[in-house]
């Protein structure tokens, strides 16, 4: 700092200028703070990594890795202990492959009409309105879909037990649909004009354009907006916790109970357990499968979206 | 060499924007307290060699820099020069009229000591009248300086920002087409400003306009691909161009 | 030339129109599911929400308990998850406008910060069990809390705040440059001061989602049965979030009408933030010259 002092005062100015407040120490100190504060999200990263890693670590010593990716049931609360992965794996795919099977048509349809029909005033009311959807707390989507859907799915399907994959994963669709909406809209709008006009122009209409020339066109960008949506979906709890029930069966029967890997982080966390036991470092170990699951999913999004922005869409 | 006819002195000046050369080794003396007019087709590289006087250039993360430009004596690309301090003696007006929207027009012309840490609440009020008296604004807007700089006429706002660099007391005054986005009535006025302005400062305008050229500046400067073709006393320069790619320019050939 | 075909397009027209009004569906359907959902969490609620109900505490009677610790942890959660998380969001977002330019490790931050805003929430929660709860010994306290919150919101305050400082013009920079202020003086007096609003805007947005955090919490050890208000930092807590959750677990039917009066709680705190920063963004629109 003093250099940095220093040298401001046998700067330029010096001659013409008193006591300059220039780029001294100070300026530098700030500099760093700042610097500081946008670190502190790398140390997060790595702070998450270490953590997984090191309690991962513990439970590999305990549980081999074929208990956990060889056998098909998981029961490490209970005394003949089993520790398959799969069943919470199956349990987090169904409900994230119902709600994405909600979320995509429901999210493209609602894309393509802002993007390709509504005029700039409806596009400025309906975008923020759905966006609302995502604003809502996770825990009050769990209730409704507990006390007011599964009932409705239980009038018309008897089947459906108290606690099943499909009211949540339907829920969770409603709930990331304007995720797949607004980072759609974005890549449709960003296509060039010309090329709708070039598709006009040989006489195609308004829907075979936007099908053959529109979409295809942004498609990294759709497929990041999925993707981006799954990650969201695998990675939601409280919903699923909720109305999901807490059965770790690998099935992929949609009208019965399951346990997602997130509700099962959960119902034990939920209880006190004390560090160091294999009940503490499961949950570790499945935040680690839970990590890198939605890891993939994202950097897949980031990959997506910035080749989308390099061929200036 | 340096002398005190002169007050900036550009030697070689190469500039560049990522792979793509600027200014191709520019030599040029600037004369204290005229006006030098720098005129040129767009990209001839004008806007960035001045850029270059107060390091300017040098904010665009893909600029780089070569040659040496002595203010007075002293080399501005030294390593112990702080480009902040330089800026404070070579002041700079832009294109656009740019007045900070949440000033106002009192607290415009004081932002540069205000923001510098080095204004005294007494000389404020001094400051104020005499940077807008200079930039004949003063008559104008004397009774509403708490209003925001941002309801002023185009005109009006780029002689507040004139204003607004005197307040730091500069010698040298770059101006980069400080009058294109003006209509004629206040560039007029923008062009009486600097007959009397160059009696205390070193002004040195880049604009596209020929006879603007002629108006104002003592000495005029013709740029054509980031080269200095031409460099003469303002009248001769537009009679009698020695240079055939001068006259055509300013016959109006191309351009 | 083209006189025998025909040019009237009723084909197509009609297709189009038939996928107008599936578009209007899929804009409609979750848009009126958002309206019921309401509705049904009011319905549901509305038996219980009285002034009793607010300042009551937990209880295994349903009717009367109450939320008041769970409300009082909340706003505690909030107050100190935004002292943490806002100005070392809009500090990091200012290095990364201001200072970062196109270099390597801005680079690396900016796509650590994307692929931060996608980890799961209850990933955050592991890291604050084990990170704020027992290597740094701060319990299950509300700044364990708080600070697991913070890290979990800190990268959508940072790029929201980014948003608001890229609206402030290039040439402003230039002439705060050009009248020699340094580059953290023209941040000072020049940058900050436009952006200001739209900073503080999306900065509570952001962290008014911590509101409805519920997993985090559970894994920091968030208390459900709790007959007291946080008095410090170091106090143990329970949140709104988290007393709903524990009603929603209840067999009893009572108790799901708690569940219901506390989501309404909830929503409507949740609104009057957002609603505070919708105001204070117009406040300082109409004061903006």
Known sequence: MLDATASALRTVGTESEPAPRAAGGGEKLIETLLLLCAVLSIITTIGVLAVLLFETVSFFTKVSFSQFFADAKWTPLFANKHFGIWPLVSGTLLTSVIAISVALPLGLMAAIYLSEFAGPRTRAFVKPTLELLAGVPTIVYGYFALVFLTPILQAFMPQVEAFNALSPGLIMGIMIMPMISSLSEDALHAVPNELREGAYGLGASKLSTIFRVVVPAAKSGVVAAVTLAVSRAIGETMIVTI????????????????????AFIISVSKGDTPTGT????????VGSMLFLMTFTMNFITQRLLRSSRGKGL | MADSAHKIHARQVKAWFADKQILQGVDMAIPKNQVTAIIGPSGCGKSTFIRCINRMHELVDVARFEGEILLDEQDVYGSDVDPV??????????????????????????????????LKKSEADAIVERSLGKAALWGEVKDRL??????????????LCIARSLAVDPEVLLMDEPCSALDPIATARIEDLLSDLRQNYTIVIVTHNMQQATRVSDKTAFFLHGELIEFGETDSLFTHPADSRTEDYITGKFG | MGQSVDICGCRSKLGERLFHVGCWLAILLPLSMLIVLVADVAID????????????????????????PAFCGTLWLVGLTGLLAIPIGIGGAVYLEEYGGNSRLAGFIELNIANLAGVPSVIYGLLGLEFFVRVAGLGSSVLAGACTLALLVLPIVIISSREALRTVPHGLREAALGLGCTPWQMIRKVVLPMAL????????????????ETAPLILVGAVVFITFTPEGVDSQFTALPIQIFNWVSMPQKGFMENAAAGIVVLLLTLLSINLVAILLRNHFQRRRY
């Open chain 1, 243 to 262: 109305a999901g029930g807490a059965q770790p069966n690998f099935t992929f029967d949609p009208r019965g109970a399951v346990e997602t890997m997130t």
């Open chain 1, 278 to 285: 294999i009940e503490y470092q499961t949950i570790f170990a």
């Open chain 2, 85 to 118: 301090l330089l800026r404070r003696r070579v002041g700079m007006v832009f294109q656009k009229p740019n007045p900070f929207p949440t000033m106002s027009i009192r607290d415009n012309v004081l932002a540069g000591l205000k923001m510098t840490g080095r």
């Open chain 2, 146 to 159: 708490k209003e925001p700089g941002g309801g002023l006429s185009g005109g009006q706002q780029q002689r």
């Open chain 3, 45 to 68: 609620g509305i038996g219980r929400l009285d002034w009793g109900f607010i300042k009551g505490y937990p209880s295994r009677r349903a009717h009367r308990a109450g939320i008041w």
């Open chain 3, 197 to 212: 609003p739209g900073i503080l805007t999306g900065a509570i947005l952001s962290v008014s989602r911590a509101i409805g």
